[in-house]
């Protein structure tokens, strides 16, 4: 009897993935600058610089509940939520980070060959998950402001499962009108629209998921929260749609911890707009040190991190003589993103460091 090989049970598009690119962690960083954990300026997974909140800190050292299976119907989230959002409970469902809701929006509507309309360059998440579900993904680019394509995007997704967009997009920082979305909703697919920024942009397309059915916002406690470490995300959609996702979701998918930080956080929510509103500052403080610096073009954004574009060519060297010097920023080797970077906005002393050390880089890499 000829045996399978191991492989053989993989299906086909399983076989080949690309994993999704991450950031370099601290320690390999550390590791690669000679330096300390500490000392590292980590200013390439836009993380909030402040942390957690206080009350989600104190929520995480007392954490008396890790012992109990968390809440599958997800009650307290998601009337927590539903406050924070002004959305109903049932409209809620909350995930191991938003990274999840993608997951589950896509397994839950994609068969193999379905098409995805996204709109490079955007997050890599979509395509991930897109090829995970053996999806049949159709880019259709940005312009050179990277602003989205709304007639190509509606070409492209006649036929179409799934329409993705970041907004604001990561890494270029810009938000899509809602104009432009109320257009996309106009498709005869699903909408996505991811809002990991959102609490630094100030706007939001919340309020027009009750007046559209195929419309789904995806939110994260990652950034405007600080708990990227912890995985807790949410999708805000048509209740029906909610039901499903509800009930295809795994059920103990968001930890008791994550829970608690996050229904803390939510307590916590003054202080952390105020945060957010220092890091807007400083976005704004550490774009204008960009701005006068010989060749590098910072792009305006509406989230926490800043797309620059560098001297053509050198985008990769100057990467890597920011990480000699212990600050970690986000280096695309691919396509048109080649000559850029994009920096998370931290403290007002990291931004010091990092311009500081992008000088040097410059001269260096002349
Ligand atoms: C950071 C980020 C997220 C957050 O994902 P989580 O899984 O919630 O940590 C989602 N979408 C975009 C565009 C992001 O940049």
Redesign the pocket.
């Known amino acids: 009897m000829t045996r399978r090989n191991v492989l053989d049970f993989v299906q086909p598009h399983w076989r080949n993935l690309d994993p999704y690119e991450a950031a370099e962690p601290p320690e390999s960083l550390a590791e690669r600058g000679g330096i300390t954990e500490d000392e590292v300026v980590k200013l390439n997974a836009?993380e909030n610089p402040y942390g957690p909140s206080p009350k989600a800190l104190e929520a995480l050292n007392h954490s008396a509940r890790a012992h109990i299976y968390p809440d599958p119907a997800q009650v307290a989230m998601r009337r927590a939520l539903s406050r924070y959002t002004d959305a109903r409970p049932e409209q809620i469902v909350v995930g191991n980070?938003?990274?999840e809701i993608i997951d589950l929006v896509f397994r839950a509507t994609l068969e193999p060959g379905d098409v995805v309309v996204n709109a490079p360059p955007t997050?890599g998440?979509y395509d991930v998950t897109a090829n995970i579900c053996g999806g049949a993904i159709v880019e259709v680019e940005r312009d050179e402001n990277f602003d989205i394509d709304v007639d190509g995007m509606l070409a492209a997704a006649e036929g179409a499962k799934l329409i993705v967009l970041?907004s604001p997009n990561?890494p270029s920082g810009n938000s899509t009108p809602i104009e432009d979305v109320e257009r996309l909703l106009g498709a005869d697919c699903l909408v996505v629209v991811?809002e990991?920024?959102a609490e630094f942009a100030g706007r939001s397309v919340l309020p027009l998921v009750d007046k559209h059915p195929n419309l789904v916002v995806?939110r994260?406690m990652?950034?405007w929260a600080g708990l990227?470490g912890l995985?807790a995300?949410y999708g805000v959609m048509n209740e029906e749609m909610a039901e499903v996702l509800m009930r295809g979701k795994p059920p103990y998918n968001v930890s008791q911890v994550a829970e608690a930080a996050l229904l803390a956080s939510l307590e916590d929510a003054e202080i952390l707009d105020e945060r957010a509103r220092l890091i807007v500052r400083e976005r704004e403080q550490m774009g204008g040190l960009l701005a006068e610096m010989q060749g590098v073009e910072p792009l305006s954004s509406d989230a926490n991190f800043i797309l620059c574009r560098l001297p053509e060519g050198r985008g990769r060297a100057i990467y890597d003589a920011l990480a000699d010097r212990g600050v970690s920023v986000r280096y695309y080797s691919r396509g048109k993103l080649a000559d850029y970077l994009r920096v998370s906005v931290g403290t007002p002393e990291q931004t010091g460091r990092f311009i500081e050390a992008l000088r040097a880089a410059l001269q260096q890499t002349a």
């Open positions: 836009n980070g938003s990274d997050f998440m970041a990561n991811d990991a920024y995806l994260t990652s950034k990227a995985r995300g």
